[in-house]
């Protein structure tokens, strides 16, 4: 799995867009950017995910650049329960490999109000 | 509620005790996972298991022993742990259809090693 970079901490305010930015320069052309949460002492949450098209849920948007070297986790309208720690995962949509993610240490986001 | 049900939710042993973790999904999935976070460090993939077989070990000390009877069920057997083996347990489950699907993982069990 490509290896990805975000950085270790943000901060955003209560009803203001958080942006979460995910660099994967090494990224293959197989590979999914997966994103999940981590609210602290829970299992990772999935969010969303996405190929090369940028992609919209009712949980967030991402933004994959054309060249797919890096993607953006957008929440449009933060809140004090989105405070989480944030991972970025670059993995191969084949087998087993669905579920057998390689975490990082993710972004600690801090929501306040 | 993700569907992956773990239990108990804590637990705390001896390092002489033998217990066991248990991890029950109702997604009708494939593929189960066992994770291990412990402190300030990265999940780390520990067993996968896919249609009941194992599929990946990574590496794990053999005093942890993973069971999975069928596909909906998966179990983490413990004996003569390390204090350095406290950690949150978490288990995941994914359905293997060959195309992208995410992982559903549980609430965890948070163990500590006396």
């Known amino acids: 799995d490509a290896k990805t970079t975000q950085p270790p901490s943000m901060d955003c305010a209560e009803g203001r867009a958080a942006n979460l930015p995910c660099n994967h320069s090494t990224i293959s052309g197989n590979e999914y950017v997966y994103w999940y949460r981590q609210i602290h002492s829970q299992g990772p949450q999935y969010i969303i995910h996405?190929?090369?098209n940028n992609e919209t849920n009712e949980m967030a948007s991402l933004i994959i650049t054309e060249d797919r070297k890096s993607s953006t986790l957008i929440l449009p309208h933060a809140t004090l329960r989105d405070t989480a720690v944030y991972y970025c995962i670059a993995a191969p949509p084949r087998g087993t490999s669905y579920g057998k993610l390689t975490f990082g240490q993710g972004t600690i986001l801090t929501v306040h109000p | 509620e993700t569907g992956v049900t773990q239990t108990p939710r804590h637990l705390v042993m001896g390092m002489t005790n033998k217990k066991s973790l248990k991890c029950e999904q109702h997604l009708g999935h494939n593929a189960m996972y066992w994770y291990k976070q412990s402190a300030k460090k990265p999940l780390e993939l520990m067993f996968v298991y896919n249609f009941k077989e194992q599929t990946e070990n990574n590496s794990v000390p053999s005093r942890f022993s993973p069971e999975c009877p069928n596909s909906s069920h998966l179990f983490l057997h413990l004996h003569t742990l390390q204090p350095e083996d406290s950690a949150l347990y978490l288990c995941a489950s994914s359905q293997d259809r060959g195309e992208d699907t995410e992982a559903f993982f549980g609430q965890g069990t948070r163990l500590t090693v006396v």
């Open positions: 996405g190929l090369k």
